[in-house]
Nanobody
Framework: QLQLVESGGGLVQPGGSLRLSCAAS????????IGWFRQAPGKEREGVSC????????YYADSVKGRFTISRDNAKNTVYLQMNSLKPEDTALYYC???????????????WGQGTQVTVSS
């Protein structure tokens, strides 16, 4: 069964950057679309970005478009989320998840990591 582990979160000042990683184990990521989601306290889980399994199609939420970039390295079994120009409202627990088709709907994802905290504050 696919296992996902996120890393790369932390505390960063507004305007700063972080790169999140989503590493897979026990199976290959090749056949899965990967999504990044985030959830802030008291708020619903939000789809941030996703990437298809084999043709590189990507999706971004309007709130992160132009600032975040999703990419995948199937050879390393890892998906990345490069986050630039971070804002305080980006503060949340960030999760990666795997599904057979890319979607912003978290209900369609079957496998989830434990999350990595991103805090944007001065």
């Amino acid at each position: 069964q696919l296992q996902l582990v996120e890393s790369g979160g932390g505390l960063v000042q507004p305007g700063g950057s972080l790169r999140l990683s989503c590493a897979a184990s026990r199976s290959t990521l090749d056949n899965y679309a990967i999504g990044w989601f985030r959830q802030a306290p008291g708020k619903e889980r939000e789809g941030v970005s996703c990437i298809s399994s084999n043709d590189g199609i990507t999706y971004y939420a309007d709130s992160v478009k132009g600032r975040f970039t999703i990419s995948r390295d199937n050879a390393k079994n890892t998906v990345y989320l490069q986050m630039n120009s971070l804002k305080p409202e980006d503060t949340a627990l960030y999760y990666c998840a795997a599904a057979f088709l890319p979607s912003s709907d978290y209900l369609l994802y079957d496998y989830w990591g434990q999350g990595t905290q991103v805090t944007v504050s001065s």
